[in-house]
């Protein structure tokens, strides 16, 4: 069966009600799948272009394990099911065609205590700070941790000979940046092999959310990684308001995409300056970072925050914006999108940046369509991925944004896309405020039923945020998994530095800048 | 380059003046006369992340855009905490972050502040404590000065720092000397 048939397999259990229909997102379908079923539909979706969007596990109202895994192709969205019987402790893996599966499926393990087939059984998100045998999204009480946790002796792979050496890098890094372990194997100033040790910033979120009503979980999933919190909490929201089956004013809709826009705005600015200081242009620093207050401060000045941590909430945003503040903002873009362009024009004219941008950390379009390099990244690699043309939610239908692509897939590409996000987000910034229609910016939802089942999936300025929510009893969360598009980035980098000289790591992996905490969870 | 001197030119200067102590955010008085004595108004800041949600990292970053301009104030991040004379740390502590930052304060030398930025970081905020979350920053290390906030914004941030290097009960830092 090819791709297409899955996805019209899952219609017609959809329709007759025997999968648990996907509410929320547009153009989503569940389908639950027997164990042997579930490679297979794996291998076809890889050989049909599909794309892993998430795997997590979770467990029916009966206590029953069931393992899911979302894949996203030109049909659309489809979230796989396959139940597990109480005997079984494990189920097939799948990295052999998602590589990007692999931290994925030992997530899992470590969280739910479900193992794949598949090779590599070290643990991702635990350490040492709770014992192998605690999942803690089965187990109910925790276990009483070690006085202090001791260093665990994660089993990084040997890279031998001649002139090999070893540089450990992090926890704690050299910069104000999140915490994570990379580990280099260098032959000079080669590096022949790194490895990343991630998990250091898990504090719990996804067995957190259980202890959160329904209406109130957007505050976390606002959280889980603060430069996302537009994406995230609108994520989580599209899922409620699926399981509610309430749809949001336009003026809402609107209202929220402005925001989204707004925080890639924010994020790309402050990048691209980041990645000229990486690259020794701390006037790039000093002017973007400039330019981003003064948008963050527009940002507060009209919408009460410089970043919209809790302004999508269920049934639309918490404020509404004035007509002051719309032409407060627009006054902002009009003058920081002029000195955009001068910078880019200094940008790209300075050799020292271009020597240092072009061909530094390449993935090519072949290795990224092989390891499923999504979003921001991945369209610098040729993989022309946007949530927001392919798999329009309002009100992106209407306002049609134009998606940027690149081939080179080095760090002068992924700047280049960065700047022409810029470009574009700020027409549809400008485009937003135009076009806003009027009407009510929040309305009251009603608390979703038990059992139901919702799916959220927003383009953030770094991908696809994707968030699977279930309704448990009381109007309480019963699971939620969120997942940043980190996970599928973070592996790429590995590969993106391979030849690359280990000075030229931070550039490399700020023109990535992925989230820690979007992946550790 | 003759674009990069206009726009360096055409900017100016466009740092704003610091803003005043806070003595609300002084958790603890340790009387750091000492190490007021041995800084001056020089101050080396190690910034740790011990589990934030990013959120403070970014507002945290922007004490270095020429608008609050941390370093003019002759206060400067470091890359190594045995450079450092304050901590400055977010997130409820993650407890796999827990061995390392304990490792990073007493890689700190003596005498040491330490400033907790955000919610989590003054009482655990929305993550709270649990199997993989140690809470509040003071439940592993010493803390001297916190800032609330979710993410507090860039001028809390500097009134928390500025409140660590003053004196208990001192008004306003002096004025912007190395401008």
Redesign the interface.
Known sequence: MALQGWFDRAGRQTESNMGAAIRGMPGARGLTVARDEWRQAAEDMAAGGGRLLAHWASRDADGRNIVRAAFIADAGVLVLSLPLTAAEAGYPGIEQWFPAANRMQRAVADLSGLRTTDADGRPWLRHAAWPASFHPLIDVSAPSSPAMPAMDNYAFVPVGGDGVHEIPVGPVHAGIIEPGHFRFSVVGEKVLRLEERLGYVHKGIERRFTEFPLLGGHRLAARVSGDSAVAFSWAYCQAVEGIAGEHVPPRAAWLRALALELERLANHLGDIGAIGNDAGFAFGLAQFSRIKEQLLRATEQALGQRYLMDFVVPGGTRVDLSSSGARLLAESIGSIMPEVDTLRTIYDEHAGLRDRFAGAGVVTQALAARLGLTGLAGRASGQGFDLRCDLPCAPYVDLAPRKVMRTEGDVAARVAVRFDEVAESARLVRRILEGLPFGLHLVDLSIPGEGGLGAGLIEGWRGPVFLALEAGAGGMIRRCHPHDPSWQNWPVIEHAVIDNIVPDFPLINKSFNLSYSGHDL | MF??LR??GH?GI?TEPPPPCDEMLRVADQLQSRILEVLGRALCIR????????????????L????YNIEGLGIR?V???RHADLLLIT??V???????L?R?YDATPDPKLVVAIGDCGCAG????E????CGRVSNVIPVDVAVPG??P?PRQILSGILTAISRAGAATPGSRSAV
């Open positions: 674009k990069t726009q360096i900017i466009v910034a740790i992340d011990a589990g934030s949600c990013n959120g403070c990292e970014l507002e945290i970053h922007a270095n855009n020429p608008l991040f890359a190594s905490p997130g409820p993650a407890k796999n972050m827990e061995l390392a304990r990073t905020g929305i993550f709270g649990n199997y993989a979350s979710c993410p914004n």
